[in-house]
């Protein structure tokens, strides 16, 4: 007793002595009131910050530091375009991957088939995308049983799905697997334009089954009886899914109409024309004629595999990840949405090269599809993204300096927004803009479209999914290279 009473004492005067310990630490990083009238007393409201007391008080903060300079130097011409067939609109969901995925292979099958409009459905994919991440997340909850919830791997599963957001490789699982279908086929819903409600409901209903897996474990039930719990629980998803986006079809007739080889003035329109197409044109009046019509009978896939005929895996994901060395070949674990799918995977170069990839692609009449973060310096009533076009450190008469390297890491800019690659304007060889389709409706932009100077590429843009026979062969090799394998906190990620 008396020797269980001296260590009682010893652990007590150490915990005391940490307390204290502790507590001056934190006295001295507080902010104390010495601090504060220290601030208090160096203030002085000097004629600026006056001005800009009253102007901000009062006034958008947007449009005060709205750059006049650049909206003088702007305009929209380019050397080289990509020819486009309308603007789609992702509403208010986060699907922006899957409009620019889709909307970078619809070009070439309106050019293939000769079709005067075609749109991909978006909701299609989005469905098998939910369905899938569902299923990766109760894989996850099976995988990690044994884990804490305080597992750091175990808390980015946790806090993730199923939300709407998704990368190149997520799209391409998806494509491969489930195939594609034209967009009146499953036409988008309430839910899949406003989709903050149903993700709420699915987040909520996979936490709960996740409670129920672990207390299956916990109480010894088996692998086998885990997996069978799982399926009935992806029954239920899908059953929520199909309330709100339609249940996807196994197969489907389409009818199109074809051109005909004397009706190529499309081809000659001008750019004038063409934007005017950008219109809705399902609120025109149907005029097609039952024998000037096409009609297949035929499922997703095949669909995929016949008529849009592309091979997703002649297809590079090339990166400007400044966090890392460049010509090396990264993998971020466990950034599928598939269970069995790919992780994002990822040759890493100078933005040079990137920018001439790109180049040759677009000379090639051929889109693809880009992801950035337009947090930054971009204006949709203006359609402009450009380095500096908000003047927020002349209106605060401060300085922000971070490089784009120093911004990932400090978790100040993410890969947030996918869009296509549509256009370039080159003076001496070199970009100075490049024209951006965006899947944000034509009543934002330029009718739809951006113009991205390329000091905004530089700093904003983080990759492009570029056909292979666009990259140069030293830089094709590094993908035979064996991947470093990146966390799933990684900054690209």
Request: net charge negative; hydrophobic share 35%.
């Amino acid at each position: 007793m008396k020797t269980s009473s001296w260590f009682e004492g010893v652990l007590l005067l150490l915990c005391t002595f940490c307390l204290s310990v502790c507590s001056a630490w934190a006295d001295e990083g507080a902010l104390s009131p010495e601090v504060i009238r220290q601030i208090q007393a160096d203030f002085s409201m000097d004629a600026h910050t006056r001005a800009m007391y009253n102007s901000i008080t009062s006034n958008d903060i947007k449009k005060l530091a709205l750059n006049r300079d650049v909206l003088r130097q702007h305009n929209e011409f380019f050397s080289d375009k990509v020819k486009v067939k309308g603007i789609t609109n992702q509403k208010s969901s986060g699907r922006c991957w899957l409009f620019a995925a889709l909307n970078s292979l619809r070009p070439g099958v309106i050019v293939k088939h000769k079709l005067g409009e075609f749109e991909f459905s978006q909701n299609y994919l989005a469905f098998w995308d939910k369905m899938e991440k569902a299923n990766t997340f109760l894989q996850y909850m099976i995988d990690y049983r044994d884990r804490g919830l305080m597992d750091r791997e175990m808390v980015m599963i946790l806090r993730g799905e199923p939300g709407d957001g998704g990368y190149w490789e997520n799209f391409a699982d998806l494509a491969t697997k489930y195939g594609v279908v034209p967009k009146n086929v499953m036409p988008e819903t309430n839910s899949s334009q406003n989709t903050k409600m149903m993700n709420k409901v699915l987040y909520q209903k996979l936490r709960s089954d996740a409670v129920k897996l672990h207390k299956m474990h916990r109480a010894s039930k088996g692998v086998s009886d885990l997996t069978a719990a799982k399926q009935t629980m992806l029954a239920e998803v899908y059953r929520i899914l199909v309330m709100n986006l339609g249940e996807p079809p196994q197969e489907f007739t389409w009818r199109y109409k074809a051109k005909k080889d004397s009706d190529k003035k499309d081809d000659e329109d001008t750019e004038d024309k063409e934007e005017e197409e950008n219109e809705d044109e399902s609120e025109k009046e149907d005029t097609v004629d039952r024998d000037e019509t096409q009609q297949i009978t035929t499922t997703p896939k095949s669909f995929f595999e016949d008529f849009v005929g592309v091979n997703l895996n002649d297809y590079i994901n090339i990166f400007n990840d400044t966090t890392k060395d460049y010509r090396k070949h990264y993998q971020i674990c466990m950034s599928r949405n598939c269970y069995d799918g790919q992780d994002i995977d990822y040759i890493n170069v100078e933005i040079e090269i990137l920018k001439q990839i790109a180049i040759r692609s677009i000379q090639d009449g051929v889109p693809m599809l880009f992801a950035a973060d337009v947090s930054y310096d971009q204006s949709s009533d203006h359609g402009i993204m450009a380095d500096n076009l908000y003047d927020y450190q002349s209106i605060y008469n401060t300085k922000i300096n971070l490089t784009k390297a120093e911004r990932a890491l400090y978790r100040s800019s993410v890969r947030n927004h996918g869009m296509t690659l549509v256009g370039v304007d080159l003076k001496k060889q070199k970009p100075i803009k490049w024209r951006v389709e965006n899947s944000w409706g034509t009543d934002r932009g330029s009718k739809g479209y951006w113009v991205m100077y390329d000091n905004w590429f530089d700093l904003h843009v983080y990759n492009i999914i570029v056909h292979k026979k666009y990259v140069p062969d030293e830089v094709l090799k590094i993908k035979e290279e064996p991947a470093i394998i990146l966390p799933p906190w990684d900054p690209m990620l």
